[in-house]
């Protein structure tokens, strides 16, 4: 697979994604019920964390066990949004049409890695709570 078959891949892959809804319940407790929500697509940071396992261990099995463990897992557990992130990055990478766990482990680090870099922003990511939307130290410009 050549370098415009990977980011056309990838693109494929950021599309699916973006398609993804998980449904879950949450209680409000204004109204004193559950009430229905939906998540759609992901957080790109979600995507990055296991991109950046696959990284690391450069194991498809071992990737393709985390994707399908982390929807339910404790780590996802933070709040149903997470669970729905990871479940529709999972719903993705299993797609018929992108076959994310047959591609060669070379090919899927780089059309996960385009992916990481081709899905856009959510509405709702915000700046990390550390920085409060300041530059991190370091990231300007030095001064003498």
Not at 40 to 60: C, H, M, P, Q, Y
Request: with cysteine; net charge positive.
């Amino acid at each position: 697979m050549g370098p415009n078959e990977q980011i056309n891949l990838a693109k494929q892959l950021v599309q699916r994604i973006g398609e993804a809804t998980f449904k879950y319940n949450r209680y409000d407790h204004e109204l004193g019920q559950n009430v229905a929500e939906t998540v759609v697509g992901t957080d790109r940071d979600e995507l990055k964390k296991i991109f950046s396992f696959l990284v690391a261990r450069r194991d498809l099995a071992q990737f393709k066990q985390l994707v399908q463990a982390l929807p339910s897992s404790d780590f996802a557990g933070r709040s149903n949004k997470t669970k729905g992130y990871f479940a529709n990055i999972r719903a993705a990478l299993e797609h018929p049409e992108i076959n994310f766990f047959n591609l060669t482990l070379d090919n899927a680090l780089q059309v996960l890695g385009w992916a990481c870099r081709l899905l856009p922003a959510k509405d709702d990511e915000t700046f990390s709570r550390r920085t409060h939307g300041r530059r991190k130290r370091g990231s300007g410009p030095r001064r003498r």
